[in-house]
């Protein structure tokens, strides 16, 4: 049974709730989920169609180059479930070759998720797919498994954990796929800073305007009035700690009035809006591997900027 009509009951209250907290706990953060509504959708897709941003079209380049050998790995006919599924795209290079038994995308952002899905079903008549509204970081329920499941997690998005986070993530991976499940995951790699440095602060000022409008969207959710332009896009690699790291500025010393609590905020005092931390493929099958996970396959681009990697429970 498609998922379609699920009712939203207490995601809104949930997300205020979560917000909130992290504007009131020092260091002030917003948790990246919240990029993602329209606009910042929009933005995104933006982003990833600039010369600076290579992870999105290398990523794709990868699973073009390689759906065969990954359906090979996978396996056929396995259920797929793809969490932050977003405009669904990046799915649509396996879908030939993988020939699931059923899609199930999952996202926070309902109208945006259920238009993707939608267009799915137009494109690819013959596939059964399941759209879930649900947040993968809170406690949510899937229909009963139709077979075999596979988790599709691409966009380095494993990546926006720090590492405690993501094995968490993988922990609850491992669960939610069962015993001979499988990841097919994308994960971004170490390289020079300079390449890393250039693909979140681009010319053209998309990345700063996608990370402002996080604040547009934290207004809609809490009925706050941010002044996004009162705020830098400020975002640089950090080496040592192999993460990209991007915050929000204030430029001035302000008031933000934000679901009946005032915020003080003073000049230069940051908000902290996503880590983006990169790996060796040696390093990312390490973590896996301490949440039961095997490594099955790994797949990765010419010039070593990014991976897709599969894995199995054991």
Same mark, same amino acid.
């Given at each position: 049974?498609?998922?379609?009509?699920?009712?939203?009951?207490? #995601?809104?209250?949930?997300?205020?709730?979560?917000?909130?907290?992290?504007?009131?706990?020092? +260091?002030?953060?917003?948790?990246?989920?919240? !990029?993602?509504?329209?606009?910042?959708?929009?933005?995104?897709?933006?982003?990833?169609?600039?010369?600076?941003?290579?992870?999105?079209?290398?990523?794709?380049?990868?699973?073009?180059?390689?759906?065969?050998?990954?359906?090979?790995?996978?396996?056929?006919?396995?259920?797929?479930?793809? +969490?932050?599924?977003?405009?669904?795209?990046?799915?649509?290079?396996?879908?030939?070759?993988?020939?699931?038994?059923?899609?199930?995308?999952?996202?926070?952002?309902?109208?945006?998720?259920?238009?993707?899905?939608?267009?799915?079903?137009?494109?690819?008549?013959?596939?059964?797919?399941?759209?879930?509204?649900?947040?993968?970081?809170?406690?949510?329920?899937?229909?009963?498994?139709?077979?075999?499941?596979?988790?599709?997690?691409?966009?380095?998005?494993?990546?926006?954990?720090?590492?405690?986070?993501?094995?968490?993530?993988?922990?609850?991976?491992?669960?939610?796929?069962?015993?001979?499940?499988?990841?097919?995951?994308?994960?971004?790699?170490?390289?020079?800073?300079?390449?890393?440095?250039?693909?979140?602060?681009?010319?053209?000022?998309?990345?700063?305007?996608?990370?402002?409008?996080?604040?547009?969207?934290?207004?809609?959710?809490?009925?706050?009035?941010?002044?996004?332009?009162?705020?830098?896009?400020?975002?640089?690699?950090?080496?040592?700690?192999?993460?990209?790291?991007?915050?929000?500025?204030?430029?001035?010393?302000?008031? #933000?009035?934000?679901?009946?609590?005032?915020?003080?905020?003073?000049?230069?005092?940051?908000?902290?809006?996503?880590?983006?931390?990169?790996?060796?493929?040696?390093?990312?099958?390490?973590?896996?591997?301490?949440?039961? !996970?095997?490594?099955?396959?790994?797949?990765?681009?010419?010039?070593?900027? !990014?991976?897709?990697?599969?894995?199995?429970?054991?």
């Amino acid at each position: 049974m498609a998922l379609d009509d699920q009712p939203l009951t207490d #995601v809104h209250a949930t997300q205020r709730k979560e917000l909130l907290a992290g504007l009131l706990e020092p +260091p002030r953060s917003i948790n990246p989920k919240f !990029f993602y509504d329209e606009r910042g959708s929009e933005l995104f897709a933006d982003i990833c169609e600039l010369d600076e941003y290579y992870p999105t079209r290398t990523e794709i380049n990868i699973l073009r180059q390689e759906s065969a050998a990954i359906a090979e790995a996978v396996g056929r006919g396995c259920e797929l479930v793809e +969490p932050g599924a977003g405009s669904c795209e990046k799915v649509r290079h396996l879908l030939a070759d993988l020939h699931p038994s059923a899609y199930l995308p999952l996202d926070i952002s309902r109208d945006f998720l259920l238009d993707a899905a939608q267009r799915l079903r137009e494109d690819f008549p013959g596939l059964e797919v399941r759209p879930v509204v649900a947040d993968f970081s809170a406690a949510f329920e899937l229909p009963p498994a139709t077979g075999r499941r596979v988790l599709f997690y691409p966009g380095s998005t494993i990546g926006n954990f720090e590492p405690a986070g993501a094995l968490d993530f993988l922990v609850r991976a491992a669960q939610l796929v069962g015993k001979e499940g499988g990841l097919l995951i994308g994960v971004d790699l170490h390289k020079a800073s300079e390449v890393l440095n250039a693909a979140y602060n681009d010319s053209e000022g998309v990345t700063a305007a996608f990370n402002r409008n996080i604040l547009h969207h934290a207004n809609h959710l809490l009925d706050a009035d941010f002044d996004p332009e009162q705020f830098e896009h400020v975002a640089f690699y950090n080496a040592p700690a192999q993460r990209i790291e991007m915050h929000l500025e204030s430029r001035a010393d302000q008031q #933000v009035n934000c679901d009946g609590t005032v915020l003080t905020f003073a000049a230069g005092e940051r908000i902290h809006t996503e880590y983006s931390h990169k790996y060796t493929p040696e390093g990312f099958a390490a973590l896996a591997a301490q949440a039961g !996970f095997t490594a099955r396959g790994c797949w990765v681009d010419d010039d070593s900027l !990014f991976s897709v990697q599969y894995f199995e429970t054991v």
